[in-house]
């Protein structure tokens, strides 16, 4: 069974910092995995999405790196802002399909 | 071009109640799946509908139904609500055979008391 932690579950930070979070999953053999951003109450916003032949992803200040064979993957946010303040979710397949197994959440309030 | 609607936004029921959310999809998509977040938790797949049938089902118990109808809109029935089914219930389409595009709505706070 698929499971998927991250790290830290919350982060406070002053703008302007760099920063990293994590995420592990148990089963390696994924096709893709994707970030999340959820602002509260809300539905979530595909931010990246990295496939398995793939080692990076970048979007604007985020940069999201995949490491298959030891399950992990990082999401770098450059130069956070205020308006970065959020959950950010990683997700991997669900059973090798279409849809979704994804972790709790990082928590990221960014201070100005 | 609207997104992923979903009805209604909030509701309170009942232990015991039946309740039905619904969900109309992106324009263009033809796929909807339905998610269950806890608070503090991140989404638990529940099922996805493509083509009317359920094709894909996550470990939820049968009080969990839904259906799908010809223009792709969805529905989510849940019997017999426990205090645990508060939650907030997500729908998401897609185009069927691929989770790239896979877009969100802004889900239904269910709260049964």
């Known amino acids: 069974k698929q499971e998927v932690t991250q790290i830290p579950a919350a982060l406070s930070v002053p703008e302007g910092e760099n920063l990293v979070l994590n995420c592990s999953f148990t089963?390696?053999?994924?096709?893709?995995l994707q970030w999340f951003r959820q602002d509260p109450g809300k539905g979530l916003t595909s931010l990246l999405l990295?496939?398995?032949?793939?080692r990076e992803q970048t979007s604007g200040r985020l940069n999201a790196s995949l490491d298959k064979s030891s399950g992990r993957s990082t999401l770098y946010i450059a130069a956070s802002q205020p308006g970065d303040s959020a959950t950010y979710l990683c997700?991997?397949?669900?059973?090798?399909?279409?849809?979704?197994?994804f972790g709790p959440g990082t928590r990221l309030s960014v201070l100005p | 071009d609207a997104g992923v609607t979903q009805s209604p936004t909030h509701l309170i029921k009942t232990r015991g109640q039946q309740v039905t959310l619904r969900c109309s999809p992106k324009?263009?998509?033809?796929?909807v799946s339905w998610y269950q977040q806890a608070l503090g938790q991140g989404p638990q797949f529940i099922f996805q509908?493509?083509?009317?049938?359920?094709?894909q089902r996550g470990n939820f118990p049968d009080r969990f139904s839904g259906h799908q109808f010809p223009n792709y809109s969805s529905e989510l029935n849940v019997n017999a609500l426990l205090l645990g089914d508060s939650a907030l219930y997500l729908c998401?389409?897609?185009?069927?055979?691929?989770?790239?595009?896979?877009?969100f709505g802004s889900g239904t706070r269910l709260t049964v008391v």
């Open positions: 998401a389409s897609s185009l069927s055979g691929s989770n790239y595009g896979y877009t």
């Open positions: 089963d390696s053999a994924i096709y893709n």
């Open positions: 990295i496939q398995s032949s793939q």
């Open positions: 997700a991997v397949p669900y059973n090798y399909g279409q849809n979704f197994v």
């Open positions: 324009s263009g998509h033809d796929t």
């Open positions: 509908y493509y083509e009317e049938e359920e094709r």
